[in-house]
């Protein structure tokens, strides 16, 4: 069980075979690295597990490898176009999760550089597009954690930079939170070499444009998001977890992001929210333990207008009318009056 999705491993992976199993995509969420939240968004799994199977449909057909095999429907594996009702099961490739070790108040990836493949890379590739408010980038710009010159700009950036090129960030995935680390020790801790790592960013840009192009359909702005990396048996590189989804993506709408960002900003005005960066200020390990208080569950309200954010914006990429729902720009509408 993950914050989000639960696996049912079917055939465990080994050093030189890929294992196999299901993603059962729940309507749990995640915010602030925080873990499972207290309350569920009705149909956020179905619409996450359909958009994430719609783009990795998309890169098979450009030839880029994935761990993605097919959804889950009557007990069949089936391509999306040949599914009639809404699935949130998913069948994928399973590959190695290799962690580093913790010692003391640092991680030791040494394992890392002993493995041939059949492995999922410890990193998170972020891609941003621009710059928007919220983005990371301006508090570790402030910070000095970047300069001007990493991210190819010659004065500080306004909010709603829109981007020439886009930038590639990296930051772990296996440490009790996401820690962004250059270029260079990316490359360092997940055992990658040159060509590899060029090879990672390649697809980055490849898959960007994809969602990119497609977003942009529906006029949607693809602002920023991640993906996640594995070697196969073969020791190539393919595409792992879920991509292209508003979990994975910063996507905007008519001024709205149309993403967790909603979510976040709802929490952001709590006390717990304050408690939580206070904790991770003192201790960047065990900093859940000091929040010291569970997150507030949220108003009904806000469950349902999320719920309905999440299936329209379904509805709407993949143009089909998965879910009985508003439509994508009414739900904005609505989303706007509260947070806008």
């Known amino acids: 069980m993950g914050s989000v999705k639960d696996v049912e491993l079917l055939r465990p992976p080994t050093e030189s075979r890929s294992g196999e199993g299901i993603f059962l995509f729940s309507d749990r969420f995640s915010v602030f690295d925080w873990g499972v939240m207290p309350d569920l968004i009705d149909g956020k799994g179905k619409s996450i597990c359909i958009i994430g199977a719609w783009f990795f449909e998309k890169l098979q057909d450009l030839g880029l490898k994935t761990h993605y095999i097919g959804v889950l429907d009557d007990g069949k594996v089936k391509n999306l176009k040949d599914v009639v009702s809404p699935p949130y099961r998913m069948l994928v490739k399973f590959l190695r999760v290799i962690k580093p070790k913790l010692d003391g108040k640092s991680y030791d990836y040494s394992d890392f550089k002993k493995q041939d493949g059949n492995f999922v890379i410890p990193l998170e590739v972020i891609y941003r597009n621009s710059l928007p408010a919220g983005s990371s980038v301006f508090r570790r710009l402030k910070e000095g954690k970047i300069s001007l010159a990493d991210i190819g700009l010659d004065e500080f950036p306004k909010e709603n930079t829109k981007l020439k090129s886009p930038i590639i960030d990296f930051s772990t995935k296996f440490e009790s939170q996401d820690r962004y680390i250059s270029q260079d020790e990316a490359k360092s801790i997940a055992g990658l070499k040159d060509k590899e790592f060029e090879k990672i960013k390649e697809y980055t840009l490849i898959a960007n444009k994809v969602i990119t192009e497609a977003v942009e359909r529906i006029s949607v702005s693809n602002e920023d998001g991640k993906f996640e990396f594995g070697f196969d048996e073969n020791r190539q590189i393919i595409f792992v977890d879920v991509i292209g989804t508003p ?62 954010l999440y299936m329209s914006f379904c509805n709407e990429i993949t143009q089909r009318d998965w879910f009985k729902v508003r439509s994508f720009k009414d739900v904005v509408k609505e989303v706007k009056s509260y947070f806008g």
């Not at 993403?259 to 900003?265: H, P, Y």
Request: hydrophobic share 30%; charged share 35%.
């Open 247 to 308: 979990d994975e993506c910063r996507f905007m709408y008519d001024g709205i992001q149309v993403s967790k960002e909603v979510l976040r900003s709802y929490y952001r005005k709590t006390d717990w929210y304050e408690k939580l960066v206070e904790a991770k200020s003192r201790d960047f390990v065990k900093w859940r333990e000091l929040v010291g208080q569970n997150p507030p569950t949220l108003p009904n309200e806000i469950k349902k207008l999320v719920s309905e």
